[in-house]
Structures are given as structure tokens and as C-alpha cells.
């Protein structure tokens, strides 16, 4: 997992560092400014993917720097508020900063709300590092879900490690359902339940 | 044949719609906040609107291949009502957004004082986030609604060039046409313009500054009505290249003006649009 400190360096010296520092400055002492900035992150600051922060574009990782600018003691209060009132690409880049910032587990209303949604991006979003604090049940759901709307499950964050025996109940009754129904099951689903039920024998 | 429809309210339609629009050419849609029929009672109602205006609809329109741009405002007949005005204020919350590419629709339903200050603050805010702005022309008393709303635009101090007043007629294009402002024309199946009545119009006034929309929702209205008035031009005996600038190169120009106007994942929307102005995102 990447870091605060990891993205800033990622994005120091792109074309747009320059107005990003000075929005930085500028939230870092009224953190009501950055409202403007994180809106127009994608026209200032580009949206290429960033070389030295795989996985990450520009305009994502500026957003996630003016959320870790915000005063610890309100980042949880204005994070949900940027996610409320963001469109699908600040949406996103909220849900994929929340495990860099001081929040604890704060946010998980944010991302059972980008589960219940169907967009792909934001359900995929949603199933990064910080899933660890969703409980067994919501995220067992979520990874079936991802199957269900071709989502592809290396999406999931730790998929190795979480998947237990009930997801493997739940994926094979899906795999009945696909079945009977005349339609395949996604080759990753398909790959996960085989390795699930075979180390359960 | 590449179609933009410059007003469109996609909320409204199903997929059945964006598979026929593909179909027939339409490749970009800019859908205008407005209401909904029924109305609103609160400022949650209109966030939950814009949120799906900015995220689910153009998710739903990529789809199709069909690129999605919105306009954000409190519409005028809303803007009446004192449990809906709370959302001026939550504007400036949505108006540095990407896919936002003007302040609309704006202007008058019934020419309340109400109507008055909602419109001004919003020409205002469309001044402040650098956006052109699209205006609503009433449906009722609509000769001497379209007269002040030129002298609420002109009073404004927003450049004429980044307006567009919409909803015009044959008596009403006659206040538009000079005053610098952008017109527009809904063609719809029964009310407001018809094709032959539209191709009429752009023969007297010329293409300069002529937008075309289809202004389909949730009424009697249909979203091919840009392509039967496109065809309607060349059997009237103007070219490709007129019909290929009342219904691309103009809606590109006018909300070209935003800076945010994302076509990227349109073929064949680099081929030369307009002098000087750029397309790309980024473009601001």
C-alpha cells in the first residue's frame, strides 16, 4: 500500500505540482478552500497514471493530498462531505485515499454507499486496503457482487487472505445458478472457488 | 452523421432510447438540471439529482457510446418555492466539476420576484466559475419573458457569447437574433418547433449562433427528432457540412466555452471544430 508521503513525492515536479502546492498551502490554513481545488484536480493537475505511484493518476493523488491537508480533527467530518457531494471520479478518489488518512474505521459508511451503487468504478474503489474494517458478512457481499457485474475480483484487496469457506458457499451457489441458467461463470470466480473447495478437502 | 444534442434529459429516458440515439449518429449529450414533473420538497432532492447527473448518467450514456456533459442549477419553477431555495447556496459545490459545462437551465417560469433573484444570483455564480450559462425561456407569456431575460443577461455583465437562451420561436428568435446571446430551438412531436418550421428559420437567420436540441424527458417528446431535423435540412437542400455545424460543430463551440468539455472517447471528434479553441480536456 502506498503513502501520503509516497504520493507527494509521485506527483513533485509533474506540470501541475505547482498549483497543487499552493492549494495545499492555502487548505492547509483554511481547509474550506480546498472544496474548489479538489473539484478541478483532473483540469490542474492531469490525469495520467503516475510512474512512480503504480496504480494511482495524478488527479487521485492530488485529491488524496488535499484530504491529508485537512486538520486531523475534522478529516473524517469533510471526507464524508467530499464523497457526498463528489462525482464518480472524486467518489473514487476519496474511497481509494481513506486508507491513508487519520480515520480509523470512520468511512466504512462511505463504502457500503459506493457498494450499494452499480458502477463498476466505485464498487471496485471500495474494495481496496481499507475493506479490512468492512465485517465478514458486507464484505463477502461485495466480492460477490464484483462477480455478478464482471468486476475483476484483483480488484479485492487481500482477496487471498479473507476468502473463507462461506464465500466459497456463496460463490458455488452462484456457480449452480450461472449453470442451470446456460451462462458462464467469470474464469477468475471460477479459479477462486476451485482453490476454495480444494483446500477445504 | 455525428450528432450533439445540446439539451436532453437522459434521466428520463431508458436504454431502449440511448441504443436508437447511438444508432442514429448521436454521439454527445449535455443534459440540463430542470425538474422533474413532480416536485421537489427539500435541497437532499436536487444533491441526489446532480450526484446522478455527474456520476450514474454518464456512466449509463458510456454504455452506448455516448459521451455525457450536465448542466447544474436551481431551475425556475423550483426556484419559487422556499423548501427548494436552500440548494443556491449548495451550487458553488457542484460548479468546478468536470462534466459540468454551463449554469442551467436558469431564467423565467412565471416572472416572480423569486424567479428574478435566483436568476441574477446564478448568472453570478456562472461569472464566477467560468461557465456559460443556459436560459430557459418561459412557456407561457414568452415574447415579454424573453425580453427581460435579455435585460437580466445584458445587466449581468456575463459576456453575451457565453449564453444561450433556449426554447425559441419564430417570434421569439426575433429578440434573440443580434443581441450577441446564443438560440436555441426544442423540437418536440406536437408543442414548441417542428422540423420544417425549424429548417425555415435556419434559412432566414442563418447557422451562426443556432443550436438544435431535442429537449426530450419525461413528457411527449422524442430524442430523434435532432436526426429528422437534421435530414429535413439536407432535403431543404443544405449540405453535410451545414448540418454537420447546427448539430456538432456549434454545441461543441458553445460549451466548448467551459474548457471542460470531454469528447476524447469520441471518434473523429479532432477533426477541426472551430478556430482556436480546444476540445481536450484540460483545455480551460
Redesign the interface.
Known sequence: MTTIDALRKALTGTPGWPWLEEALAKAAERPESA??PF??A??KA??AELPDAPGWTADEAARALLLAALPPDRVAGDVTAFY??G?????RAVLKALPLLPIGAQAVPLLLDAIR???A?LLAAALGPYARHLDPPAWRQAVLKCVFMGVPLDAVHGLGERADAELAEMLAAFAEERAAAGRPMPADAAALLSRLTSEET | MRIFDPHIHMTSRTTDDYARMSAAGVRAVVEPAFWLGQPRTNPGSF?DYF?SL???E??RAAQFGVVHHATIALNPKEANDPRCRPVLD?L???L????VVAVGEIGYDSMTPEEDDAFERQLALAVEHALPALVHTPHRDKARGTRRTLEVVAASGIAPERVVIDHLNEVTIELVHGSGCWAAFSIYPETKMSPPRMVEILRRYGLERMLVNSAADWGVSDPLLTLETAEAMLKAGFDEDDVDKVFWRNPVEFYGQS??LDLSAVAGADEPTFAGSSIK??G?
Open positions: 472544496v474548489r473539484s478541478s483532473g483540469r492531469g490525469r457526498q457531494y462525482d464518480a471520479d472524486e467518489k451503487t452499480n458502477d468504478r | 444533491t450526484d455527474l456520476g450514474w454518464p456512466y449548495l458553488p459545490r457542484y468546478d466539476k468536470d462534466r474548457g471542460r480536456r484540460g480551460e
